[in-house]
């Protein structure tokens, strides 16, 4: 039966397949054609390629183009690095501390990638902790906003992507495999370069993708680090909120740019990285050798001062908020409730939107997100095929990016949402559904056909049987996506701050606009409120309802 | 409830599957589909549930037309090969769930429930939940569940392969006695020709999409249509009879014997030299291997009936029935 003839016999998830599709055409599909249509159209309206061309000839927009792969690549190499060495140690070896790599996904979490940037500006800016310790040494180090600073901060702030992924795919790979070669008197060197690291191989350029795209297309650290560096989802957003009227298609043209290289990266992992993944008979994974002795310290001693560096801002955040300041200056070791106090009054209504937005766009996108992978994983067509592929678009799209897209393409026409709650919290659903399918589509994979074939057989219909067997037995994985989506969409900054108006602010917007003026102290209050914020929920979730959350994005 | 498909052609992956297929089966009775993976068996299976729609033709149910009739609407129980119980309910709910959609009352659907399992054997089982079941009696709650909604037609898609031998030979007798009180047209989809035998009031042989040959499983053991029929229902010896026909003999209709070593006499007409390339000593039955002009044959003899066993690069002569059957071709 053709695909289409499948469908009509189905008429309950057709329909839900119909929606899928409406909603993405819609909602994301059509902002990004407008968007790429937009960066084609001159100030005189004529259609044609030479915005691009002034892109490509005037050396401020070349060089964000520059400045944005530079930045891409640098940070994927010390990611990879630094979490692939990480996975390495931690799936292979047993050392003291080992177990502490376990709250990394967790503290990534929790604090904001602003959060991160503001921190990092307390410590090691100009007027910061470490110059001002190494003051009377006469010592100084280099400024903060600097490439340097840039890569070591982004590097904080995304190589647990690289770790998470390089651990799953180093536990994947069967100890069997490893064991056949060795039988077969292979030395350990030779296996591990000849047998393992092929199978893993996948898992390498499956991350670095994972890493660069996600550097690509951040905002909140670049904007507040890198004004001397302007990347291209920084510079969009200048162009955007310019007063003096930034140049229109100048904006549509670096999005689509961005929108082009992040596609290019899906298409990489789908076309040449997906293909190459082996399947694996789920053995067991490889024991770990207990290492001792220096090789020993080194591991552990990566192992704290990663764990430490990451959760340093969240500990510098905690500080400040009660360091009494003064203008920019602020006089570590006194006390002052000030800012909590002036953060808790303000931040009410910033919090309340904040949360507000995120349910909103948790329950749709949980729906959404369950309906979808369903979907792809027990309706098998190239149509949900197709699905799949256009849910997955969002994790290759700058925030910026999005926000603009939506921006211009709902102000006008037929459906008019821009300046209202709608489109933040369609911002927010679009940017998580990436991750919400693959959560649901998982367990999915371990629900057998012949369960909900048992069910329809009893008597009772298609999208019934899905709600009284299914669903129930991917219950907890589903409910472990809607707390991860919700906890996401707090810290969520790129697209919102192009989208929120008066009185919609809401807390990553409020902290990078308190940094963005200076008031640190204020900025690092609001902080602690958010993180809170976060924290709350997900230990409440992970220790008294027992949802597992510490699977990273 | 008589069964009828009726000129059914069906695509797969491509590839025409079934063109035109007419099949019936009678009211009441235990109907097994026999075949090699890939021959089509379980295709009509689904398709009597509704899983499987036909791209032409039509599906019966006495002189209703179900070929459009949505699963749920069919009213079929169905067995699956690996149970599919709902994992997170008890035996007990298992076998409760097809009754409310059927409008029956909690209380009374509990009772029907318990006394499905009481006749299964699970009756103290009921409040287990399937992962603490062993496999067999996880097939039991499966049975169970699809007999107590009390179907006019019940569908066993391989329901025993999982088991390990000795439990299947229990579950076939007793999947047979349920068919036999409750008198329900069953139909069995299986590779097992033992079980096919075992079970069957009719069996139904299928190669790639077509039915090879129907009829009881004695009628087929003893007159098969051809070669294919011959080797998969009993396994037999199928040796050139001249002019493209071929000649089935059944295992343990075969002799075997010392050759006789006198110089200058060949072999008769019916008999056939040989050499014992392996023996296996089945308990009450001795299988042997001889290697012929003809190729490989297989020789069953009853253990104890012959004194001496044979051995291994014996030469023998195998006596072969003069009425053994003759079909064209394979």
Not at chain 1, 433 to 443: D, E, Q, Y
Not at chain 2, 206 to 225: K, L, N
Not at chain 2, 275 to 290: A, K, N
Request: charged share 15%; proline share 5%; glycine share 10%.
């Amino acid at each position: 039966m053709s695909a289409v003839a499948r469908l009509k016999r189905d008429p309950a998830w057709t329909t839900v397949l119909a929606g899928s599709f409406a909603v993405l055409l819609v909602f994301l599909v059509w902002p990004l054609l407008t968007t790429f249509a937009h960066s084609f159209r001159g100030k005189d309206g004529g259609f044609g390629l030479g915005g691009y061309a002034v892109f490509f000839t005037d050396r401020a927009y070349r060089q964000s183009l520059w400045n944005t792969l530079i930045l891409g690549g640098a940070v994927t190499v010390t990611s990879m690095l630094i979490g692939g060495a990480l996975a390495i140690l931690v799936a292979r070896c047993r050392f003291p501390f080992s177990g502490w790599v376990a709250a990394l996904p967790l503290v990534t979490l929790v604090i904001p990638d602003v959060v991160v940037a503001a921190a990092w500006t307390l410590i090691l800016g100009q007027q910061g902790i470490l110059n001002t310790w190494l003051q009377p040494t006469g010592w100084q180090i280099g400024s903060l906003y600097s490439w340097w600073g840039l890569i070591f901060v982004m590097t904080l702030n995304s190589y647990v992507y690289a770790f998470v992924m390089m651990l799953v795919g180093l536990k994947a790979v069967d100890r069997n495999l490893e064991e056949a070669a060795m039988s077969l008197g292979q030395p350990l060197h030779t296996v591990l370069t000849g047998v393992t690291l092929p199978l893993i191989l996948p898992s390498i350029f499956g991350a670095a993708l994972v890493v660069f795209t996600h550097v690509i297309g951040s905002f909140g650290i670049p904007a507040i680090l890198g004004p001397r560096m302007p990347v291209l989802a920084v510079k969009a957003y200048n162009e955007f909120v310019s007063e003096l009227g930034g140049n229109p298609q100048m904006q549509t043209i670096m999005a689509s740019i961005l929108v082009m290289l992040g596609v290019a990266m899906l298409a990489v992992q789908k076309l040449f990285i997906e293909r190459r993944q082996y399947q694996m008979e789920s053995g067991r994974a490889p024991t770990p050798i207990a290492i001792r002795g220096p090789a020993a310290t080194v591991a552990a001693a990566l192992v704290v001062i990663v764990v430490i560096l990451s959760l340093a801002p969240a500990v510098v955040a905690a500080v400040t908020a009660f360091t009494p300041s003064r203008g920019p200056v602020l006089s570590y070791g006194g006390f002052t409730t000030a800012h909590m106090a002036s953060a808790l009054g303000k931040s009410v209504q910033p919090l309340w939107n904040s949360l507000a937005l995120a349910g909103v766009a948790t329950v749709a996108g949980v729906v959404f997100s369950v309906a979808v992978a369903y979907l792809v994983v027990k309706r098998r067509s190239w149509l949900t095929g197709a699905l799949d592929v256009l849910v997955m678009l969002p994790l290759t799209i700058a925030g910026t990016v999005l926000g603009i897209a939506l921006v211009n393409t709902f102000n006008t026409g037929w459906l008019v949402l821009t300046g209202t709650w709608i489109i933040m919290a369609l911002a927010y659903f679009l940017r998580r559904i990436p991750n919400s399918v693959r959560a649901a589509v998982g367990p999915l994979h371990n629900v057998r056909d012949s369960i909900e074939e048992a069910s329809v057989s009893l008597g009772v219909p298609p999208l019934a049987s899905f709600f009284k067997v299914v669903l129930p037995l991917i219950g907890p994985a589903v409910a472990a996506a809607a707390v991860l989506m919700w906890v996401t969409s707090l810290s969520e900054l790129s697209a919102t701050i192009v989208l929120y108006y008066g009185g919609m602010s809401t807390m990553p917007i409020e902290i990078f606009q308190q940094v963005d003026s200076g008031r640190l102290a204020l900025a690092s209050a609001y902080s602690v409120v958010l993180m809170l914020a976060i924290f709350v929920p997900l230990a409440i979730a992970r220790w008294v309802f027992r949802v597992k959350v510490d699977a990273v994005q | 409830m008589r069964i009828r498909f009726e000129r059914v052609t069906q695509r797969y992956d491509g590839q025409p599957l079934f063109t035109g297929l007419d099949l019936e089966i009678p009211s009441g009775k235990f109907f097994t589909l026999l075949g090699p993976s890939g021959c089509g068996k379980t295709t009509l299976l689904r398709m009597l549930a509704g899983f499987v729609v036909p791209d032409a033709g039509r599906v019966w149910f006495g002189d209703r037309d179900v070929t459009q009739l949505p699963v749920h609407k069919r009213g079929v129980g169905m067995v699956f090969q690996d149970y599919a119980l709902f994992p997170d309910r008890s035996a007990l709910d298992n076998v409760m769930y097809g009754l409310a959609p059927r409008g029956i009352a909690p209380a009374e659907a509990r009772k029907r429930a318990l006394a499905m399992l009481e006749r299964v054997g699970l009756a103290a089982f009921a409040d287990r939940s399937p992962a603490t079941l062993s496999g067999g009696q996880r097939q039991r709650v499966a049975m169970a569940r699809a007999l107590v909604i009390e179907p006019e037609l019940l569908l066993l898609d391989e329901p025993l392969a999982a088991l390990d031998v000795k439990l299947r030979v229990e579950l076939r007798a007793m999947v047979r006695e349920l068919q036999l009180e409750s008198g329900i047209t069953t139909v069995f989809v299986t590779h097992d020709q033992e079980e096919a035998l075992a079970l069957s009031d009719i069996v139904a042989v299928m190669d790639r999409g077509r039915v090879v040959q129907t009829g009881a499983p004695s009628e087929i053991y003893a007159r098969p249509v051809n070669g294919y029929a011959a080797d998969f229902l009993g396994s037999a010896n199928l040796i050139p009879a001249g002019e493209g026909r071929i000649k089935i003999v059944r295992r343990e209709e075969i002799v075997i014997g010392p050759r006789t070593t006198s110089a200058g006499s060949g072999p008769r007409g019916d008999e056939l030299e040989g050499t014992i390339e392996g023996v296996e000593f089945r308990g009450s039955i001795t299988g042997y291997r001889v290697r012929t002009a003809h190729g490989l044959v297989h020789v069953d003899t009853w253990s104890v009936q012959h004194g001496r066993a044979h051995e291994r690069g014996e030469e023998v002569m195998l006596r072969i029935p003069a009425d053994a059957r003759v079909v064209e071709g394979k």
